[in-house]
């Protein structure tokens, strides 16, 4: 009988394999392709069919067209010299877990349609929460991304304030306030949507200014909350940052938090990046005084080499988080429902893929200590790079190097501002052309930054070095 639309289960098999085959050459070289794309905007679209196909094709051709048409307009995050924005780094089991999730195909919307999904993604969080050294009482979900975490704990923090904007919105009410939020001049972008999207209004996030370090000023935290509160205003929620993203910077999150908890304000930890460094023991400190915040969200997908997609959202405040989103529809009820969790209650979403499946094959693949031992390499070549950076005459640091980011900068002598900037935009310009590494940048207090971020699975020492060369080279041609 033909297999009308699917294939055989044999072609299946072979088909498979050969998919495999190519993944395993793909990631043993991914160094062959340049690190960043070189297609231009439309060139992808023009070199694809403007129509699906009539006619079933062979995964042989499809296979080909990935090679051929799609690949060079990957930019390759495998690549061990992408240092650009912050490293998404895949496994080989974190692999394996995601061909696994797609062959399962369960749908964890309620507990009973797949009771594995819940418990499996229940318990790999416990898991995750004791490497990080959290203490008990935290309640774990993965989303897909940090910025939907970030919007589920604001949503959280909004109906913790008591207005029940949940059932009565918050327009053409004499009785609602201001509701204010709080976060360092260097949070992430993910805040600001946040309040957007709960309706609280961009003009009521607060952005708190940085000290020389980068990190949020506490005393203009409490001088912020103090007026805001005499115009009538009402503080609900401070967001502090473990591991900013232009410095990676470290909020003083035990001092925030004394602050934030004496005005009643939930407290919202963004460790998006850096919360898994805590898995090495002597980062640890990272998470000191977590345990008192009312919610965390960390991502595997960036530094816990799980693909994408796989954010964790912790809260010690669940019921908040159901407050804000739970709802039982008659087709969802089934009987039982109360004695166990149905992780559609916890989010907006009511489908739920399987995706703690593959950070479990990466915690058991690696051990705690295979992680810890990556995490641990990767801070210490950011550590080496540092110094190599701050040796060279004409090359500049531009901020504390706590984890595996160097914000660092071409300056000689003599050079202005503006100056300095059209030499490093062009330095980055010229090695990123080169495809041999990948490299982004900030801008901080106003000065032009390169950024050389470290996370990836594959980078050795050696890919550091070519890039430190390459920097210099390129700053002795763009004079
Ligand atoms: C990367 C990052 C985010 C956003 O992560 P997404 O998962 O892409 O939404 C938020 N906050 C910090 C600190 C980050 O580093």
Redesign the pocket.
């Known amino acids: 009988m033909p297999h009308i639309g699917d294939l055989a289960p044999e072609e299946f098999r072979a088909a498979a394999h050969a998919a495999v085959d190519w993944i395993a050459e793909y990631l043993e070289h991914p160094d062959r392709h340049p690190v960043k794309s070189r297609v231009q905007p439309g060139e992808i679209r023009a070199a694809l069919p403007a129509s699906a196909p009539q006619h079933g094709e062979s995964l042989d051709h499809m296979l080909r067209d990935v090679q051929e048409t799609l690949l060079p307009g990957i930019t390759h995050w495998n690549h061990p010299a992408f240092f650009a924005?912050?490293a998404n780094s895949g496994s080989y089991p974190g692999i394996l877990g995601e061909l696994l999730t797609a062959a399962l195909n369960a749908n964890g919307m309620l507990w009973v349609t797949s009771p594995a999904v819940t418990e499996l993604e229940e318990t790999t969080l416990d898991w995750l929460r004791q490497l990080m050294g959290l203490g008990d009482g935290w309640f774990g979900q993965i989303t897909?991304?940090?910025?939907?975490?970030?919007f589920y704990a604001l949503a959280a923090a909004r109906e913790a304030a008591g207005f029940d904007v949940r059932a009565q919105g918050m327009a053409g009410r004499a009785d609602m306030p201001r509701l204010r939020v709080y976060c360092s001049e260097h949070a992430?972008s993910?805040v600001d949507k946040a309040v957007i999207a709960l309706g609280l209004g961009h003009d009521n996030l607060v952005k708190i200014p940085a000290d020389d370090d980068f990190r949020m000023r506490t005393d203009a935290l409490a001088e912020a909350i103090a007026n805001d509160l005499q115009h009538g205003h009402t503080p609900i929620a401070v967001v502090a940052?473990v591991?900013?993203?232009s410095t990676t910077s470290i909020d003083a999150v035990p001092r925030i938090l004394a602050i934030a908890k004496s005005f009643g304000c939930w407290v919202h930890i963004?460790?998006?990046?850096?919360g898994v460094a805590a898995i090495v023991p002597e980062l640890r400190y990272l998470m000191d005084g977590v345990d008192s915040a009312d919610s965390l969200?960390v991502?595997p997908?960036?530094w816990l080499f799980t693909p994408m997609?796989c954010?964790v959202l912790y809260t010690k405040r669940p019921d908040a988080l159901k407050q804000a989103f739970a709802l039982m529809p008659e087709y969802l009820v089934t009987r039982g429902q109360d004695e166990v969790t149905n992780l559609m209650d916890y989010g907006i979403q009511l489908g739920r893929r399987f995706r703690s499946l593959k950070l479990w094959m990466v915690m058991r693949a690696f051990g705690v200590e295979g992680i810890a031992a990556r995490i641990r390499l990767h801070c210490e070549l950011a550590r080496d790079f540092a110094g190599m950076v701050h040796y060279e005459g004409g090359w500049q640091l531009m901020a504390p190097v706590p984890l595996s980011l160097v914000c660092f900068r071409y300056a000689p002598a003599g050079a202005d501002e503006v100056e300095i900037a059209r030499l490093n935009a062009a330095i980055m310009e010229r090695v990123n052309a080169a495809g041999h590494a990948y490299l982004s940048h900030s801008r901080l207090n106003g000065k032009y930054t390169l950024r050389l971020a470290i996370g990836n699975i594959r980078t050795a020492r050696e890919h550091v070095e070519r890039v430190w060369a390459e920097l210099r080279a390129a700053a002795r041609d763009v004079r």
């Open positions: 924005y912050f897909d991304t940090a910025s939907i975490s970030t992430h993910s940052t591991g900013t993203t963004d460790a998006a990046y850096g969200v991502n997908h960036k997609d954010s």
